[in-house]
């Protein structure tokens, strides 16, 4: 038991004496071998080259990004024509039930709540349409 005791003390007052050297010793005056792995790696890390993409230029210069930038363009310009397309429609419905209801021309009060509804709900499709367009678009863009 005495020696197992003296072994593990002799081998532990080792460990730390490596351990103070690798800790403590100067960077020039070391020469372990786990000090050339640690530079040898810092070599490798100094001499691979660093690469910097300016997206700006790419996307400029890049054929298949300009042609699909022209495609997302027409696409935007589509989008817009319809959603301008059924505004003016929607505009056009929202006078004439103004001048109805300015002229009296309802024949009752159910008819003139109807057509309101039916005004709110195109509204709300309408509204529904644009920000249905703008997702499609964002993630047409992002691809």
Same mark, same amino acid.
Do not use: W
């Given at each position: 038991?005495?020696? $197992?005791?003296?072994?593990? !003390? $002799? ?5 730390? $004496?490596?351990? +103070? ?6 960077? %020039? ?22 690469? +910097? $993409? !300016? ?8 054929? +298949?990004?300009? %042609? ?5 363009? /027409?696409? /935007? ?17 929202? /006078? ?7 002229? !009296? ?15 709110? #709900? ?16 964002? #993630?047409?863009?992002?691809?």
């Amino acid at each position: 038991m005495k020696h $197992i005791n003296t072994i593990v !003390n $002799i081998v532990l007052a080792i460990s730390i $004496i490596v351990l +103070y050297i690798l800790h403590f010793c100067g960077k %020039d005056s070391c020469q372990s071998s786990g000090k050339t792995t640690a530079s040898g790696s810092a070599a490798k890390m100094e001499q691979m080259p660093v690469a +910097y $993409i !300016n997206i700006d230029s790419l996307l400029l210069n890049y054929t +298949y990004s300009k %042609d699909m930038n022209e495609v997302l363009i /027409r696409k /935007r310009e589509n989008a817009q024509a319809t959603l301008t397309q059924k505004a003016r429609q929607l505009d056009a419905e929202m /006078r004439e039930f103004q001048r109805k209801h300015e002229n !009296n021309a309802f024949l009752s009060e159910q008819s003139f709540k109807s057509q309101q509804q039916a005004l709110v #709900k195109k509204q709300q499709d309408l509204q529904a349409l644009e920000d249905k367009l703008t997702q499609e678009l964002m #993630k047409e863009q992002q691809k």
